[in-house]
């Protein structure tokens, strides 16, 4: 059987996760996040791929030394300002009351990553 972890998905089973993880938080945490529609949360979510792609890896190796220096935890910080210019690429649908709401969310963001990624791993070696 194979396993999968969430870096073997293909790009829009990705991008599906991540659309249901905005609009549940969204949902959840309405006085930091603001989702217009299913459309905008899409539209974020590719957004948000693209720049995980092409942004993400460049803004962690610069990051390395400060990531090093504080354990890991400023890989958060590196995935927030993804999320960050996520949003202000995608506009007034998709927002943001501020830098540290978007901190949180981000480590929500990874956290359920993680489940998700165990759980695959967990039914594909049973």
Request: aromatic fraction near 16%; charged fraction near 5%; proline fraction near 2%.
């Amino acid at each position: 059987m194979k396993v999968y972890t969430l870096r073997q998905f293909g790009f829009f089973q990705t991008v599906l996760i991540n659309t249901v993880i905005f609009l549940a938080l969204a949902g959840l945490l309405p006085q930091g996040m603001y989702v217009e529609s299913i459309w905008s949360a899409l539209l974020a979510a590719l957004v948000l791929g693209c720049l995980n792609a092409l942004v993400r890896p460049v803004l962690h190796i610069l990051a390395l030394p400060l990531t090093l220096l504080t354990f890991g935890l400023f890989g958060f910080v590196v995935n927030a300002s993804v999320l960050w210019l996520t949003s202000n690429i995608v506009g007034s649908g998709f927002h943001f009351y501020g830098f540290g709401w978007t901190l949180l969310v981000s480590m929500i963001m990874s956290f359920v990553n993680l489940i998700i990624s165990s759980y695959f791993n967990r039914e594909q070696k049973s």
